[in-house]
């Protein structure tokens, strides 16, 4: 409805949530592991940017990735492919990744060998956000298919993350896509985001977002 | 976590929007208008679709259209154009309208006015679907840059639909869509569900997509 019981068990979930998110915060940074939280909507191309982003970056740095999704493996099986660890989250019902369930999923895993971990939150520009995973960086996609209005219309995605990565950009001319307008709206909800913009097709910006990675991973992450 | 008792709670607030659902379909069915919840992905094409489908539509049905939104009122400044009626429901960070929220919105319209209503859901491809908004047709939407796996990966909103319109195929030759893998995909978790393939730019498929709303109503709704 939401009822104020409703709202008081959700808070509870999430106050429960930042204990754990905290507790895995400091794992990780103990490991000397840089994690990352990415979310979109779904098809927005996650899958792709990190398939992309490992096979490029597995040469040269220890990496590996958890993947959420209501249903399937497909998602990870694809990224298995870079040769990198790849577990997969199975969320059911459930719209987000919680801070339990990446715990849960990590157990048995020595961070100590990682220098880079990515998160594939579920594909969804609302649930995720209120969810921190322990993340020293948040990044949000953008498709250049999704259109210039999405970080208006899902504002509290956009204002909680540290880079929004547009993709698709090969599709950019296709669909008549307005990037001075979209960085544009980004910038009014946040305005100290880091902005890229990447075809992982073509391969163009790939190498500033993976220098935004290093450069973050250096500087001792943003949260 | 989710506890037992949200469960608990979200249990109680799905019954009370199905008893609320319950009533708007009555009220629905008594006015003579055919009501179509309409979902997807955030930028699959919700809005344009709707544009081009009122568009057509409004010289020879009375439609009408209640948009939901987190933020912004874009999407029902858009569809206004049209010259049909238009509302909008902005949820806040409700991931998904609710049958209270369309009750609200509608308690000084003249239903009996109408013989279409279209109500654009979030974009969301999980949250909606628990909602029942008293609507007699349910229509979920596959963007072909989405990918063919997302049926696969949400399968509850595709389950719960009635037809499933693929839009932006005047895209698909740029994505690779395969759109029989997609069908496929579909049809695995919704063997019953009506198949739409269309493209709001160029009009392709609309006269079906038109012709299937049509048929539906005078088959008296699909709930």
């Given at each position: 409805?939401?009822?104020?019981?409703?709202?008081?068990?959700?808070?509870g979930v999430?106050?429960?949530?930042?204990?754990?998110a905290?507790?895995?915060r400091?794992?990780?940074?103990?490991?000397?592991v840089?994690?990352?939280?990415?979310?979109?909507s779904?098809?927005?191309?996650k899958?792709?940017?990190?398939?992309?982003?490992?096979?490029r970056?597995?040469?040269?740095?220890?990496?590996?990735?958890?993947?959420?999704?209501?249903?399937?493996?497909?998602?990870?099986?694809?990224?298995?492919?870079?040769g990198a660890?790849?577990r997969?989250?199975?969320?059911?019902?459930?719209?987000?990744l919680?801070?339990?369930?990446?715990e849960?999923?990590?157990?048995d895993?020595?961070l100590d060998s990682l220098?880079?971990?990515?998160?594939?939150?579920?594909g969804?520009?609302?649930?995720?956000?209120?969810?921190?995973?322990g993340?020293?960086?948040?990044?949000?996609?953008?498709?250049?298919?999704?259109g210039?209005?999405?970080?208006?219309?899902?504002?509290?995605?956009?204002?909680?993350?540290?880079?929004?990565?547009?993709?698709?950009a090969?599709?950019?001319?296709?669909?008549?896509?307005?990037?001075?307008a979209?960085e544009?709206?980004?910038?009014?909800?946040?305005?100290?985001?880091?902005?890229?913009y990447?075809?992982?097709k073509?391969?163009?910006?790939?190498d500033?977002?993976?220098?935004?990675?290093?450069q973050?991973?250096?500087?001792?992450?943003?949260?």
């Open positions: 409805m939401p009822t104020p019981n409703l709202l008081e068990i959700r808070q999430l106050s429960k949530n930042d204990h754990l905290s507790r895995l400091q794992r990780f940074e103990r490991a000397g840089f994690v990352v939280n990415i979310m979109s779904p098809g927005a191309g899958t792709r940017l990190l398939e992309e982003t490992l096979r970056m597995a040469p040269r740095y220890r990496v590996a990735a958890l993947v959420g999704d209501l249903a399937t493996d497909n998602d990870a099986q694809r990224l298995a492919r870079s660890p790849v997969q989250i199975e969320t059911g019902d459930l719209c987000h919680e801070a339990h369930l990446v849960r999923h990590l157990a895993w020595d220098e880079f971990l990515f998160i594939e939150n579920v969804n520009l609302v649930c995720p956000t209120g969810y921190d995973l993340e020293a960086a948040r990044v949000v996609l953008l498709a250049v298919t999704e210039e209005d999405k970080p208006l219309k899902y504002p509290s995605t956009f204002a909680a993350a540290d880079s929004a990565v547009q993709t698709k090969d599709l950019a001319e296709a669909v008549e896509f307005d990037r001075a979209a544009a709206n980004i910038a009014l909800v946040n305005p100290d985001i880091a902005l890229l990447t075809s992982a073509t391969g163009a910006g790939m500033e977002w993976i220098t935004w990675l290093e973050c991973r250096v500087s001792g992450g943003l949260r």
